[in-house]
């Protein structure tokens, strides 16, 4: 078990581009999440690298597995663009993104000097992963981190409790 929390913990500081900086959270604040990682199973995994720019790590936390999931954590990691200088620029690039394909509603619940926790709301929206999601935006100097906590039904009140302290637990090293 506890070289399968090393390959977690692995895979968010190898999901940094090349010379970038790493992004640590504190997985054990949901135990639904600290319960599929202690679980060891790598169906529940899915690692994307096909765009070395775009590195993407998704942890099913309820469903199947990584491919067949109701609830999960995704973690993106980007190199720090170019046109963007804030966590509030990359949020207003995003929602822009998002309501191009649908309606929804984006509703900040924290902020800070390199970061942005906010809510998404699609109902409805085909081209969403899941109709609520939350998430926090970490820009650092040299790579920019997205968690997405993605729920196709309803967080109960202690499951957003919990995911909200997982992501307000992140920051980068």
Known sequence: MKSFHCLALALVACSA????????????????????????????????????????????????????????????????????????QWLAALQQQALARCPGT??????????????????NCAAERAPQGLYRLVAGKRSWFQLAVLAKGELGTAERMQWLAVLGSAHIE
Do not use: C, H
């Not at 992004?23 to 599929?36: E, G, I």
């Not at 999960?72 to 170019?82: K, T």
């Not at 619940?109 to 809510?119: F, I, K, Q, W």
């Open 17 to 88: 581009p090349a010379a970038a900086e790493r992004l640590q959270f504190d997985y054990r604040l949901s135990p639904p999440l600290q319960q599929v990682l202690d679980a060891g199973d790598k169906g529940m995994i899915d690692f994307n690298a096909d765009d070395p720019k775009r590195l993407v790590d998704l942890i099913a936390v309820k469903g199947t597995s990584a491919k067949d999931w109701t609830e999960a954590l995704e973690i993106v990691s980007i190199p720090a663009p170019r046109k963007l200088s804030t966590a509030r």
């Open 106 to 123: 984006f509703t900040v619940l924290a902020e800070d000097a390199n970061s942005v926790t906010y809510e998404r709301r699609s109902p």
